[in-house]
């Protein structure tokens, strides 16, 4: 492959500004909602961006495209202040609090009503009933009276027969006629739960996506889209298959079970969940935390207000889930901090990423904003003690000098060279937006020699593109390969792709990184012509696991766009870190103890890895070599596939010791799959010569491992 490193203001011949993309890409909200097979495009007169993402092949999977949350939503659900005990009186004082409070003009929209608003009564036409001493005038009148208010009307139902409070408030053998009841009676947006399907022991996957296709019969009927909210907690790995399905879906279980209390780990435990999978956020299709606890029981404000930036810079539905109509001048500060929100609704719709943990429990997330050089980073600290927290401008993609803009003082803080360090409260974040400059990006050109061309896939001439060609006929079995795309650490990256999509309508293709579960991405149209084209670009997020990785852009049964180039930060020697190195862990230059075991894994980097390390099971790498002495990032690439029948597990706990010395613990978020390899950055000590760096845990299982890098 060729790469070569280009500056980032370096301009294209006809192509799109990002001020032009992102209004074409939004100026035009659906009024009805929209279907599209992965492979072929279905698309209405006029399209927004849709970047469609799912860790599985989709020979025959439809994606979701209503255009009802062109960003993540934002709004205020029942469950977590009332649970079941909830009427009109309810639901209708909550929607004027909306109002009074000012958060409807923060972008709080949505007034949802969460389950126990129906008992599951049915007439003998299968229509559902209600109790009208409890609503009077029905569930009509009662999204009349939200719509009032200008805001916009939830519901809840399950996939089964029965809801997550026991009741009977289920759709199952009813999805088309209660789909398109919740229209008729204008609702604008549905949480469909899965405890009814866990307990008829149901497909998630098949039952969503038969609701999907529910809900578009019912907004082809009545003209009224719907959005769709996924609430089957990662048991099933809806990050594969919920965007093609939903515009949200749970990635864990309920963040609390305490009406209107909260725990400060549990809120770590839903932000860490939700992290894991950052390839699959993209427009319309959203990672969900859950309904937030800001301003509940048992955390406090310090807490509350690191709530919220955690969801926020997570990209997550904001649903406030407290007590509105009596919540404290506090907690409607946090919830309407427009600087906070605005990193939530950016609408490149990404997904932080965490850039560095110099000591356990310190942590820097960074998430790339629309606009040339602006980030939003959040400076997070799980202990128990006030500490500094430094955010290294390389760890962020920038370089030089940066200004930055404190997110919760609402005060400029000036301009600060290559980094910037906060004093952070225990349990506390530091929010900040940083605006500078982008060093150089590595270009990998399509047409170079080294790419992959094969089933039809051809070099044609482009004169508005980088390098005056382009590789086009990709789709209908072209494909494209990118090879020795290289990444400056092993994790999710942030990658462009510059492209020309002449057609009116959008084009899809199936992007995947060294060969994991392809992500199927749309490119809407570029304008111009095939014979005169216009280059667009979409971000989406990669997993750049190995040294040197892959790109593949393919369609079954319809075409791509043309690829022009991709852009990502240089690796190998040109990295901003220097080179990495990688050390398998079934290397047989490492050590293995107790129970510890080599096994079978054909998703890890070597096609294995060390399994049953804990519980006696120990795992060291030996002759960890490294130039120079002091702090080194080291990336572990595991496996933890715990999961329960209501969410995914939550913690494996590893002791790692470096060269014999006193062990610190480091926690594993739950994978949800033990098929999926995810990576964890963090610092560590290492003298300069060999090092050996040992895992074990003397009471429980920590994770599989794949490998580690180090530099």
């Known amino acids: 492959m060729h790469e070569e490193t280009i500056s980032p203001e370096q301009h294209y011949p006809q192509r799109i500004s990002p001020g032009q ?31 469609m993402v799912s860790n599985q092949k989709l020979p ?85 009276y939200i719509h009032s208010k200008g805001l916009k009307a939830g519901i809840y139902t399950d996939a089964g027969t029965n809801g997550c409070g026991g009741t009977n408030q289920g759709s199952y053998n009813h999805y088309d006629q209660d789909m398109l009841q919740f229209e008729q009676w204008g609702f604008d947006y549905v949480k469909v739960d899965w405890c009814g399907g866990v307990n008829l022991g149901l497909n998630p996957a098949t039952q969503y996506a038969q609701i999907r296709d529910s809900i578009a019969k019912a907004t082809a009927q009545t003209g009224h889209p719907m959005g769709f909210s996924i609430c089957e907690w990662g048991v099933a790995d809806p990050w594969n298959w919920g965007p093609a399905s939903g515009n949200s879906w749970r990635v864990s279980n309920d963040i609390s079970f305490s009406q209107g209390n909260v725990a400060w780990n549990d809120i770590l435990k839903n932000f860490d969940a939700g992290m894991l999978h950052p390839d699959a956020q993209s427009l319309e299709s959203y990672n969900d935390l859950d309904m937030m606890e800001v301003g509940a029981g048992g955390i406090s404000t310090t807490e509350s207000q ?77 202990t128990g003690s006030t500490a500094n927290i430094t955010v290294n401008w390389n760890d962020i993609d920038l370089k030089g000098s940066a200004s930055i803009r404190d997110l919760w003082a609402h005060t400029n803080l000036g301009s600060f060279s290559n980094s910037y360090t906060a004093s952070v409260p225990a349990h506390g974040v530091v929010m900040l937006k940083i605006s500078g400059t982008e060093p150089a990006i590595a270009n990998y050109e399509a047409e170079a020699s080294s790419s992959t061309l094969s089933g039809g896939a051809l070099v044609q001439s482009c004169a508005s593109c980088s390098g005056s060609k382009n590789v086009g006929h990709i789709g209908n079995g072209g494909v494209l390969q990118l090879n020795n795309v290289q990444t400056k650490f092993p994790g999710p990256q942030v990658v462009t792709i510059y492209y020309v999509n002449a057609d009116s309508g959008a084009r899809t293709a199936i992007v995947s990184a060294d060969g994991r579960p392809g992500v199927a991405v749309v490119f809407p149209s570029t304008g111009g012509s095939w014979s005169n084209p216009v280059v667009g670009s979409v971000k989406i997020t990669a997993y750049l696991t190995g040294r040197n990785n892959t790109l593949q852009f393919s369609n079954s049964s319809a075409w791509g766009p043309d690829i022009d180039t991709v852009t990502a930060q240089p690796g190998g020697t040109n990295s901003i870190y220097g080179n990495f190195a990688t050390y398998e862990a079934e290397s047989a230059s490492n050590t293995l103890g107790g129970g510890a075991v080599v096994q079978t894994c054909t998703s890890c980097s070597g096609g294995k890895n060390v399994g049953y390390v804990g519980k006696g099971g120990t795992l060291q790498f030996n002759n960890v070599n490294m130039s120079s002495a002091g702090s080194h990032k080291l990336s572990i690439s595991y496996i933890d596939g715990d999961t329960s029948t209501y969410g995914i597990g939550t913690y494996r706990t590893a002791n790692i010791s470096i060269n014999g010395g006193a062990s610190f613990a480091v926690s594993f978020a739950a994978t949800g799959d033990w098929n999926e390899v995810v990576t964890l950055n963090i610092s560590v000590n290492l003298k300069a010569g060999n090092n050996t760096i040992a895992f074990s845990n003397g009471s429980a299982y920590t994770p599989d491992f794949d490998k580690i890098d180090v530099v």
């Open 60 to 144: 025959s999977a439809y994606a979701l495209a209503n255009g009802q949350e062109m960003t993540p939503v934002m709004g205020w659900s029942s469950w977590n202040a009332y649970f079941a005990n909830i009427n009109a009186s309810v639901i209708e004082k909550a929607a004027d609090a909306v109002v009074s409070s000012g958060m409807k003009a923060a972008g709080y929209q949505y007034v949802n009503t969460d389950e126990g608003w129906w008992s599951g009564t049915r007439d003998g036409n299968g229509n559902i009933t209600v109790d009208q001493s409890k609503w009077p005038g029905g569930m009509q009148a009662l999204a009349s």
């Open 21 to 51: 993309y992102q209004q074409a890409r939004c100026s035009t909200r659906w009024s009805a909602l929209v279907l599209r097979i992965s492979v072929v495009a279905v698309i209405l007169t006029s399209i927004c961006l849709i970047s």
């Open 306 to 382: 690191a709530h919220f930036s955690l969801w926020a810079i997570a990209g997550a539905p904001l649903l406030a889930g407290n007590t509105i109509t009596t919540m404290s001048s506090t907690t409607k500060s946090i919830l309407t901090n427009s600087d906070v929100i605005a990193v939530d609704q950016d609408p490149l719709d990404l997904q932080a990423i965490k850039v560095s943990e110099p000591s356990v429990g310190l942590q820097v997330w960074s998430k790339v904003l629309s606009g040339s050089g602006q980030r939003a980073v959040a400076l997070l600290n799980r």
